[in-house]
T-cell receptor, first 112, second 113 residues
Framework: NAGVTQTPKFQVLKTGQSMTLQCAQD?????MSWYRQDPGMGLRLIHY???????DQGEVPNGYNVSRSTTEDFPLRLLSAAPSQTSVYFC???????????FGPGTRLTVL | GNSVTQMEGPVTLSEEAFLTINCTYT??????LFWYVQYPGEGLQLLLK?????DKGSNKGFEATYRKETTSFHLEKGSVQVSDSAVYFC????????????FGTGTRLKVLA
């Protein structure tokens, strides 16, 4: 099992550019989430999904889109990057209501 | 809404010292509580969890007890090692009907040899 994989590991964008952060898991988990991690703020939930075709907003969804066409993949799209989106992004997956989340290694994004 | 409050870091200890990282929460209903650890340059990984009141989670010498009466889930370790240096996150998931974990802001631990 590769677990949760994320690509790219690092990315630099210019303001206004768009891009997609990729996330995949091979554990057949129903639940997947995207978080951003900023200094002093812990992890904040951006979007999450409870299964293929079902997504919902988290705490900080503005500027981000997601879709879940398969169980394995949960890409995060930045439509028009802004410097405020400079952060480290983590994808996570879980099975069951109260089970632990498995995190990917993260993507460090810088928006200039 | 639900929230998690952790003690602020950084916490700096000498090797073999006793560690406590405080975590309190505000939430109602049935909860699961977690401690995650993040080593430098890596994602978070589960350290321990408790799924009902008075449960004690334990792993790698770390322990935490889900205390409903004080709404707390403090992390303890009797003798820390340099390899325990990391950021520790307290988290909860409730039964609000949505799949949402709430994380604390994290506490950085530095253990000196």
């Amino acid at each position: 099992n590769a677990g949760v994989t994320q690509t790219p590991k690092f990315q630099v964008l210019k303001t206004g550019q768009s891009m997609t952060l990729q996330c995949a898991q091979d554990m057949n988990h129903e639940y997947m989430s995207w978080y951003r991690q900023d200094p002093g703020m812990g992890l904040r939930l951006i979007h999450y999904s409870v299964g293929a075709g079902i997504t919902d907003q988290g705490e900080v969804p503005n500027g981000y889109n997601v879709s879940r066409s398969t169980t394995e993949d949960f890409p995060l799209r930045l439509l028009s990057a802004a410097p405020s989106q400079t952060s480290v992004y983590f994808c996570a997956s879980s099975t069951g209501t109260y089970n632990e989340q498995f995190f990917g290694p993260g993507t460090r994004l810088t928006v200039l | 809404g639900n929230s998690v409050t952790q003690m602020e870091g950084p916490v700096t200890l000498s090797e073999e010292a006793f560690l406590t990282i405080n975590c309190t929460y505000t939430a109602t209903g049935y909860l699961s509580l977690f401690w995650y650890v993040q080593y430098p340059g890596e994602g978070l990984q589960l350290l321990l969890k408790a799924t009902k009141a008075d449960d004690k989670g334990s792993n790698k010498g770390f322990e935490a007890t889900y205390r409903k009466e004080t709404t707390s889930f403090h992390l303890e370790k009797g003798s820390v090692q340099v390899s325990d240096s990391a950021v520790y996150f307290c988290a909860l998931r409730g039964t609000s009907g949505t799949y949402k974990y709430i994380f604390g802001t994290g506490t950085r631990l530095k253990v000196l040899a």
